[in-house]
């Protein structure tokens, strides 16, 4: 069954500081994709990053990366020279590809202290 | 593009009462979600449409909840009648599910208490 698995409830990272927030997956699917979100304390839901199952490349937006580790079902989300508005809760989903549902994780909240 | 259009941003109301909830989606996508966000629960999907056609409702919780999108640009999420336990953040959110991506787009929210 498709499911998505964030095992870090929360973490703290120094400003300026990289930080790795974790994301494994299951899908029998070959075609899939997975996607990062950011929400703050207010409330809205942001997209960050995308990484389709095909891809041969790590996606890469700005200070984001993901590091896309197929054979471990892995989709870690890496954030580089934290800053102090990066505090947010942040989830990991995934999209199978004849699929229209979106598997949530249960969020990792970050918080950057200065 | 102004975003996905959420109506109204809070909601408070009594135990019994019937509350509709509002959606915009951006224009051109063909899905749309409904959520629940609970500090208990956390992100639930309730129901989901594409091309305006409901494909899964298995999410939404009780016979009280229904949703509808008559046009493909409008969508509400009805409560009748609303319980405290009904209190929680509502997204909207729509994508476009075809070629490329599909990353969804959430609203702002609806903040709604049932007291």
């Known amino acids: 069954a498709q499911k998505i698995t964030q095992t870090q409830p929360g973490m703290f990272v120094q400003e300026k500081e990289a930080v790795t927030l974790d994301c494994t997956y299951d899908?029998?699917?070959?075609?899939?994709?997975l996607f990062w979100y950011k929400q703050p304390s207010s409330g809205e839901m942001i997209f960050l990053i995308y990484?389709?199952?095909?891809?041969?490349q790590n996606a890469t937006e700005g200070r984001y990366s993901l590091n896309f580790q197929k054979a471990r079902k892995s989709a870690n989300l890496v954030i580089s020279a934290s800053q102090l508005g990066d505090s947010a809760m942040y989830f990991c989903?995934?999209?199978?590809?004849?699929?229209?549902?979106?598997?949530f994780g249960t969020g990792t909240r970050l918080k950057v202290l200065a | 593009d102004a975003g996905v259009i959420q109506s109204p941003r809070h909601e408070v109301t009594e135990m019994g009462q019937e509350v509709t909830l509002r959606c915009k989606p951006i224009?051109?996508?063909?899905?749309l979600f409904w959520y629940r966000q609970t500090m208990m629960r956390g992100l639930e999907l309730l129901i989901y449409?594409?091309?305006?056609?409901?494909?899964?409702d298995s999410g939404m919780p009780e016979d009280r909840f229904s949703a509808k999108m008559p046009n493909a640009s409008f969508s509400t999420l009805k409560i009748q009648p609303s319980e405290p336990r009904d209190s929680a953040v509502y997204f909207c959110?729509?994508?476009?599910?075809?070629?490329?991506?599909?990353?969804?787009?959430f609203g702002p929210g609806t903040r709604l208490t049932v007291t």
């Open positions: 990484q389709g199952s095909y891809d041969q």
């Open positions: 959110a729509s994508s476009f599910i075809g070629a490329g991506v599909g990353e969804q787009y």
């Open positions: 224009s051109g996508h063909n899905s």
């Open positions: 899908t029998s699917d070959p075609s899939y994709g």
């Open positions: 989903a995934m999209r199978e590809g004849g699929a229209y549902k979106y598997i």
């Open positions: 449409f594409n091309n305006n056609v409901p494909i899964d």
